[in-house]
């Protein structure tokens, strides 16, 4: 089992940053693909980025060159740093863990990008 707790949700506006923290206990952190995924009012879940356990990343289109997802394993804490944010960036975003055979999710942080 691994809980998962976010952190770092906010009020930002147009062309601001935040950076989401993701603090995982339980089970051991490093095995695991860390990621993010987001969902905004009337769309499905999202995938935002990933991180798995050697490193190697993964981007949705929309947030390429503006998000960074990064990982402390000595913390076993996965970060989102958002820059230049725009208002379709606005969703709660939700911390993922997985590995082959399991799958667990936080309970999500609002973002909102607005003027």
């Known amino acids: 089992q691994v809980q998962l707790v976010e952190s770092g949700g906010g009020l930002v506006q147009p062309g601001g940053s935040l950076r989401l923290a993701c603090a995982a206990s339980g089970s051991r952190f490093i095995i695991y693909t860390m990621g993010w995924y987001r969902q905004a009012p009337g769309k499905q879940r999202e995938l935002v980025a990933t991180?798995?356990?050697?490193?190697?990343?993964n981007y949705a289109d929309s947030v390429k060159g503006r998000f960074t997802i990064s990982r402390d394993n000595a913390k076993n804490t996965v970060y989102l740093q958002m820059n230049s944010l725009k208002p379709e960036d606005t969703a709660v975003y939700f911390c993922?863990?997985?590995?082959?055979?399991?799958?667990?999710w936080g309970q999500g942080t609002q973002v909102t990008v607005s003027s």
């Open positions: 991180m798995d356990s050697g490193g190697i990343t």
């Open positions: 993922n863990a997985r590995n082959p055979s399991l799958a667990f």
